[in-house]
């Protein structure tokens, strides 16, 4: 366990500390700027003198800039500490129905990601099961799919939110539809592998017991795609989380973690934006998380455990 | 061959449902009719199982996709501000090929490859980095599967601010959004050596650094390029993507938005088929690398 967990101990706290490093040249400009301000003597006085200098220099020249690097309202790099706060302060103080509330906005983006993945999985398996019982189907759609994959989907994400919004269609639905075309590809790809992964010998056995098609479908192809599924619908949540954050840029004002990113990035309140980030970051790693979970019950059951 | 043409019973149901469709309405047994045609044009040439079958069914599949396409949108009468048909959009692309050459080298060029030959070469060399120490191995490697999971795509806001408007903040963001798959992925393949075969290198008395080019890294490479495979889509993602956040007035998301802003769709899908084409581009050369590369790799043999 130690062996294990000590490591990502040191890795993380290794880049907490680069972090917190960091903030002191990214926001040194600021820290001089407030300690004049606050009627200290600065080295390069005014602010036009400091604009090109690196924020390095700036800082070996005024050492009280060290300390002001971690307390400003709107740092260029939020301290992780000012970051934690706010998580804090907009997830566990705030009612959750309020707009400040992340998961209110949280609750949102989750929504469609879960729309959109459901319908992405569903439509998925269907068209795998197709792909793999129809030889034209494959041969039509196979290629297209894996091709599909190395298209920048997510860029057209904008644009089908304004179009559905033109033609009435508003709210979860279009988020969700983004969502459930990047699960999509991943999902069909992964369960037509899974469903031709039964070997010659299985599939002759099944014929010797004179097995329908339908029959070899529930007994033997979908039990043996499992592990496939579940690998490809990590890949697919992951891609939906993103689709709906993304999704939620061109709208702005309806709300989500992506209106959140997007109106901070307007009014500068960098502390916001980290904020959505790392709450989308936690968001991200629970859904992988709580699949890999039901796999790994999943797979307990079925015997088929690694 | 006359098997294949014998009707069977699901081209009975296809054809009731066109008789049914172009009862209800002429355009829709139109459309239905041209579908039913063209599958069972590929349900013919697939059951072949010629060679010339494997490019044929896939091409027709597509044409017949487009042929519908521009059906429906003619028939219908879609307005441009839905969907544009093919041919407008064909016709748009011919129109505009010295603005979409212009943000294709914005973005593609100096954005997205810059930004993908940085954070690629980045995590390359760290993977070498921390090859000598398992521990940083052991630490990185969740950490980096981790970070390779989240919407790294968020931090465009932020790197935007960082570093302008233009190309740069692009080149950043797919520097930070290609680092930790391609770090992962070459951390994998260096772990990829059997003992025997690191054992055969020490009889040899070989150094680690030749152990490394002669063994190790050549063992690496299918993983390696797996990563840069996964990268050359993410580049293109996250350099169009970080365009809405604020660009000059050049380049595919600037333009993306903007036409959106302006209902000129056949704008937006013309920048969507250069995009789409670069980025098949970009990921079939790296799969012909590939396959140059390692083509002792049993996925590559006949």
């Known amino acids: 366990m130690l062996t294990r967990v000590l490591p990502v101990f040191v890795v993380v706290a290794a880049i907490t500390g680069l972090w917190y490093l960091a903030c002191i040249p990214m926001n040194a400009h600021q820290s001089v700027t407030d300690l004049e301000r606050a009627g200290e003597v600065v080295v390069p006085g005014g602010a036009a003198e400091r604009r090109d200098m690196a924020g390095v220099s700036l800082v070996l020249q005024n050492p009280a800039?060290?300390?002001?690097?971690?307390?400003?309202?709107?740092?260029?790099?939020?301290?992780?500490?000012?970051?934690?706060?706010?998580?804090?302060?907009?997830?566990?103080?705030?009612?959750?129905?309020?707009?400040?509330?992340?998961?209110?906005?949280?609750?949102?983006?989750?929504?469609a990601t879960l729309l959109g993945f459901a319908i992405g999985t569903v439509a998925g398996i269907a068209?795998?099961?197709?792909?793999?019982?129809?030889?034209?189907?494959?041969?039509?759609?196979?290629?297209?799919?894996?091709?599909?994959?190395?298209?920048?989907?997510?860029?057209?994400?904008?644009?089908?939110?304004?179009?559905?919004?033109?033609?009435?269609?508003?709210?979860?639905?279009?988020?969700?539809?983004?969502?459930?075309?990047?699960?999509?590809?991943?999902?069909?790809?992964?369960?037509?592998?899974?469903?031709r992964s039964p070997d010659r010998m299985q599939l002759d056995l099944l014929t010797t017991y004179s097995a329908t098609r339908a029959q070899t479908l529930w007994k033997l192809r979908l039990p043996a795609s499992m592990p496939y599924l579940f690998t490809s619908l990590k890949i697919g949540i992951a891609a939906s989380l993103v689709g709906a954050i993304v999704g939620e840029l061109p709208t702005g004002a309806a709300g989500g973690l992506g209106a959140r990113l997007l109106a901070g990035s307007y009014y500068g309140q960098t502390i916001q934006i980290w904020a959505a980030l790392f709450w989308a970051a936690i968001l991200a790693a629970t859904l992988v998380g709580l699949i890999g979970l039901i796999q790994r019950v999943t797979l307990n059951r079925m015997g088929m455990a690694a | 061959m006359n098997a294949a043409l014998r009707w069977s019973i699901p081209d009975w149901v296809g054809l009731s449902l066109v008789a049914l469709g172009a009862l209800s309405d002429w355009r829709l047994g139109l459309v239905l009719a041209v579908w039913l045609g063209l599958w069972r044009l590929n349900t013919v040439i697939a059951a072949s199982g010629s060679t010339a079958a494997r490019y044929a069914v896939p091409a027709i599949f597509g044409l017949t996709l487009l042929i519908l396409w521009e059906m429906v949108v003619q028939l219908y009468d879609v307005p441009l501000v839905i969907l544009p048909a093919p041919t407008a959009i064909a016709a748009r692309i011919a129109d505009s090929l010295p603005i979409l050459w212009q943000d294709f080298v914005q973005t593609f060029v100096k954005g997205a490859l810059s930004g993908f030959a940085i954070g690629c070469s980045a995590a390359f060399l760290t993977a070498i980095a921390v090859d000598r120490s398992s521990f940083l191995q052991r630490g990185l490697l969740p950490v980096g599967n981790f970070i390779a999971a989240l919407p790294i795509i968020g931090t465009a806001p932020i790197l935007v601010m960082w570093f302008g408007f233009d190309w740069q903040s692009k080149a950043a963001v797919v520097v930070v959004m290609v680092?930790?798959?391609?770090?992962?992925?070459?951390?994998?393949?260096?772990?990829?050596?059997?003992?025997?075969q690191r054992d055969l290198m020490r009889t040899y008395a070989a150094s680690y650094w030749q152990t490394l080019f002669k063994l190790r890294l050549p063992a690496a490479m299918p993983f390696i390029f797996n990563g840069l495979k996964i990268?050359?889509?993410?580049?293109?993602?996250?350099?169009?993507?970080?365009?809405?956040?604020?660009?000059?007035?050049?380049?595919?998301?600037?333009?993306?938005?903007?036409?959106?802003?302006?209902?000129?769709?056949?704008?937006?899908?013309?920048?969507?088929?250069?995009?789409?084409?670069?980025?098949?581009?970009?990921?079939?050369?790296?799969a012909l690398i590939e396959r140059w590369v390692t083509f002792w790799h049993p996925s590559h043999q006949k």
């Open chain 1, 65 to 111: 800039a060290v300390q002001a690097a971690f307390g400003q309202e709107r740092p260029r790099l939020p301290a992780p500490h000012q970051v934690g706060a706010e998580i804090w302060e907009t997830t566990a103080n705030k009612r959750i129905t309020s707009k400040r509330s992340l998961v209110y906005h949280g609750w949102i983006t989750l929504s």
């Open chain 1, 127 to 195: 068209l795998a099961v197709g792909i793999v019982h129809v030889r034209a189907m494959d041969m039509s759609v196979m290629p297209w799919a894996i091709a599909s994959q190395t298209i920048p989907i997510l860029a057209i994400a904008p644009m089908i939110i304004v179009v559905l919004n033109s033609v009435g269609v508003q709210g979860l639905v279009p988020k969700a539809m983004i969502s459930a075309y990047l699960s999509f590809f991943p999902v069909v790809v992964g369960m037509v592998k899974g469903l």
């Open chain 2, 179 to 196: 680092f930790f798959p391609m770090l992962v992925n070459t951390v994998q393949g260096l772990k990829e050596t059997t003992a025997m």
């Open chain 2, 231 to 286: 990268c050359s889509t993410l580049a293109l993602i996250g350099a169009i993507v970080a365009e809405f956040f604020g660009s000059p007035i050049v380049g595919m998301g600037f333009r993306i938005s903007t036409s959106v802003g302006q209902l000129a769709l056949d704008m937006v899908w013309a920048e969507i088929t250069v995009a789409a084409i670069a980025g098949s581009l970009f990921y079939g050369g790296i």
